[in-house]
């Protein structure tokens, strides 16, 4: 069984604050993502990562930046959390060259609050 | 950016009901999946459609993609509470899937 993890349920943050939001996956795969998800607008795309040491700007990058130093580890940073990024936050992982038949397997999400 | 519109957005039905939800694009996509989440967990994938008019069927669930390959529908027949959940459709545009904006369904025993 494919399994990502991520590091907390729920998080609790005050404006300002630094966030770290880890997402780790148990299956190898290439690809990593990192998604919002707000209730009308479906899950939103914010930094993916092909390959270890590698990111790309999703939909909705600003604010945000990332790391991946190993394969299986996929970390999103709020450098100064503000009260609009209050949010769920979804990772994805999924296999090999990223063509349209890949299936992205999610995590159970960290829904962050900002006060 | 493309957009997926969803409709209906909320949907409220009793058990053994038939129900359509559509997913709709002024953009064509290479393919389409459909995605239903569940309280707590995440996304987790029902299909993937990749030919314009194709249809498959997964137990009491049937999808389509249509034929200029911008829209999708879901037809659950006879419902049951278990189907209750986050129904997500993600289209697939070069190396990134769009998702849709979302249909909650709540199926009453």
């Known amino acids: 069984d494919v399994k990502v993890t991520q590091s907390s349920r729920y998080l609790v943050k005050r404006t300002g604050e630094k966030v770290f939001l880890e997402c780790v996956q148990d299956?190898?795969?290439?690809?990593m993502f990192w998604y919002r998800q707000d209730p009308g607008l479906g899950l939103r795309l914010i930094y993916f990562?092909?390959?270890?040491?590698?990111?790309e700007k999703g939909d909705i990058p600003e604010g945000y930046s990332v790391s991946r130093e190993k394969k299986e580890r996929f970390s999103l940073i709020l450098e100064s959390a503000s009260t609009n990024q209050t949010s769920m936050y979804l990772c994805?992982?999924?296999?090999?060259?990223?063509?349209?038949?890949?299936?992205?397997?999610f995590g159970p999400g960290t829904r962050l609050t900002v006060l | 950016t493309q957009l997926l519109e969803q409709s209906p957005q909320f949907l409220s039905i009793q058990e053994g009901e038939n129900l359509t939800v559509y997913c709709n694009s002024s953009s064509v996509f290479s393919s389409l999946q459909w995605y239903r989440q569940e309280p707590g967990e995440g996304p987790v994938l029902l299909v993937t459609?990749?030919?314009?008019?194709e249809v498959k069927k997964l137990k009491r669930l049937t999808f389509q993609f249509g034929d200029a390959r911008k829209d999708s529908s879901l037809h659950i027949t006879a419902a049951q509470p278990g189907d209750t959940g986050l129904y997500l459709c993600a289209g697939f545009v070069t190396d990134k899937l769009i998702f849709g904006t979302g249909t909650r369904l709540q199926v009453f025993p």
């Open positions: 299956m190898d795969h290439e690809n």
């Open positions: 990562s092909y390959d270890v040491k590698m990111k």
């Open positions: 994805a992982s999924s296999r090999g060259f990223v063509n349209s038949y890949n299936e992205q397997f």
């Open positions: 459609v990749v030919t314009g008019g």
